[in-house]
């Protein structure tokens, strides 16, 4: 049953008024509900604030390296320390390496970009901190609503977005109501705040709508994937931050790896591969297990015990691909606009800094009882903020980078270590990442090395830490336009990229009578939004699944 007749049969749904309702309870999300709160008490007034929430709990669909700039974190709270936040572990050594397949050459220090440099950072599980900030949002009376995932967009008679609608529960596979049935509830809202992290599915769907991406670069994004290791303690150095590039991936493929040293002899480790890859041969998750395999960092790992894995997409185009982030009744924040600094490979300051921008026009807003216009304060104080300047500085950085591991670290080092970043040209990105991937015909498949079950590990034993989960009977959220193109087009031109592409399984090809058929596993799916991104025709579209599916990441 479609929406509308799961309304007529029964209807009407529950509804909730809100003067700001912000969808996804990430970083910029919770930082934008709890700067609301702030301004609102600062000026004697008081606003109700709600935050959805698709995961199970705030931070189980949390996952970054990561390394976290300060700066945002202290302007929403100057005490930050003084209540516990979540940054224990200051960076204390940076190591820039490129790796061939044997060897691993250390870039001089004084050499690195600032760009490249971690003084003052910190190595942090982004999960935790966003536990922790979730914590604070509460405390501000920020009513929270885990496990309800925003499946709709509502629009008022002048079409400006007046709330969201959360998804049904209880139908089955086919879309039929079960005896656990229960109507999406319409939460509206005066502004409503889109935060549901990169290639978020309702942010896509108002990309479109209001044409927010005209005179924009394509967007440009990587699938980031990573596991965390509890490792020898001698093997343990708290604070070092590597970050390499160069093997396992090919010259013209942008990626690159790190590895976080924390604290209690855990380290993070992942590999991000740029979306925009060429052979539809290469498999992101395969490249990352052969990456531990190199002498240089095998070695970390020997004798440890891998704790948990995930994978996610980041968005990172930076400003040359940035869409309008305004709309008649809302805006989109952090990662669901595309605020990350690839340059630095932190998003996680971005997302909290635009959060609190946008709340601070919203609430002017509010104050003037105006609702359901366009937001343009945000956009303008962005331009006027230091986030600006330092998304423009590194402007030019995933352009280039595009252009190959050589040409780019050259281009990069003269852009940002000669120039500040300063430079009187701009460098564009002409076309979308799916638009990259050629036939399978113009290349060769790659011989990937069978897991060894130590160092490297498959697919579904990388799923099952992940804690995924998703009720079995369920509509699958992994859709297709139409089903005749996997077999008709991407098995037969490209021999089938989304069972390399997908980092868990989600996707494979099983003969049937004897027919292809691309069999979807989507109780496997970590949700990172690759397949909606990667896909040669744009045919599979990711919605929305039942809340409180999908992984369960605890300290990611």
């Known amino acids: 049953m479609n929406p509308q007749e799961l309304v007529e049969r029964y209807g009407p749904r529950d509804s909730m008024e809100y003067d700001l309702v912000i969808v996804g309870g990430g970083p910029s999300g919770l930082s934008a509900a709890i700067k609301a709160k702030q301004l609102a008490s ?3 007034r008081d606003i109700s604030v709600c935050v959805l929430e698709k995961g199970s709990e705030i931070g189980a669909h949390i996952l970054s390296g990561a390394v976290m700039d300060p700066k945002a974190l202290t302007e929403l709270f100057p005490n930050w320390k003084e209540l516990g936040a979540p940054l224990a572990n200051p960076v204390t050594q940076d190591q820039f390496l490129f790796l061939t397949k044997k060897s691993a050459f250390k870039v001089p220090n004084w050499a690195l970009p600032h760009c490249f440099k971690n003084e003052g950072n910190y190595i942090v599980s982004l999960a935790n901190v966003t536990r922790w900030l979730g914590q604070q949002a509460e405390n501000l009376g920020v009513e929270i609503f885990p496990g309800f995932p925003a499946a709709e967009i509502l629009y008022n008679e002048h079409g400006s977005v007046c709330g969201v609608i959360t998804g049904s529960m209880g139908l ?9 049935f229960q109507l999406g509830m319409e939460l509206r809202a005066k502004y409503t705040l889109f935060a549901e992290g990169s290639r978020g599915h309702l942010g896509k769907q108002l990309i479109s709508k209001f044409g927010l991406d005209n005179g924009a670069d394509p967007q440009s994004y990587g699938i980031g994937i990573k596991e965390l290791w509890e490792v020898d303690p001698s093997k343990s150095k708290p604070g070092l931050v590597v970050h390499t590039a160069g093997w396992p991936l090919e010259s013209d ?8 040293h924390l604290g209690d002899n855990k380290v993070a480790v992942g590999l991000v591969v740029g979306l925009s890859y060429k052979n539809p041969y290469l498999s992101p998750f395969e490249e990352f297990q052969r990456y531990k395999l190199h002498p240089k960092i095998r070695e970390t790992f020997e004798g440890g015990k ?11 185009g930076g400003l040359n691909s940035l869409p309008s982030t305004v709309f008649p009744g809302g805006a989109l924040i952090g990662c669901e606009a595309g605020f990350l600094n690839a340059s630095r490979i932190k998003g996680s300051h971005a997302a909290i800094k635009t959060g609190m921008l946008a709340a601070q026009a919203a609430v002017d807003a509010l104050k003037d009882n105006r609702s359901a216009d366009i937001l343009s304060a945000y956009p303008a104080a962005f331009k006027q903020s230091w986030l600006y300047t330092e998304l423009s500085q590194a402007r030019n950085f995933k352009p280039w980078m595009s252009k190959g591991l050589y040409l780019g670290t050259l281009m990069v080092g003269l852009e940002q270590k000669l120039l500040g970043g300063n430079m009187p040209w701009t460098i564009h990105i002409k076309h979308k990442d799916h638009e990259c991937l050629e036939p399978a015909a113009q290349h060769q498949p790659i011989d990937y090395p069978k897991p060894d079950g130590k160092i490297t590990f498959d697919r579904l034993s990388s799923v099952f830490i992940s804690n995924t989960n998703h009720t079995e009977n369920q509509p699958i959220h992994l859709t297709l336009k139409d089903a ?28 049937i009578d004897g027919q292809s058929h691309l069999q979807i596993n989507s109780q496997n799916c970590v949700h990172c939004k690759t397949c909606d991104i990667k896909d040669p025709s744009q045919n599979i579209v990711w919605v929305s699944p039942e809340g409180g599916g999908g992984p369960n990441y605890a300290a990611m």
């Open 172 to 180: 089955d596979k086919h879309g039929q109501p079960t005896d656990q």
């Open 42 to 44: 600062e000026s004697g």
């Open 306 to 316: 891998r704790i948990a894995y995930g994978a996610r997409a980041l968005t990172a």
């Open 253 to 260: 493929t942008y990626g690159g790896s790190f590895l976080y």
């Open 484 to 511: 005749s193109v996997p077999v008709n087009l991407n098995l037969k031109t490209y021999d089938g990229p989304e069972q390399r592409y997908c980092p868990a399984g989600v996707y494979e090809y099983v003969e």
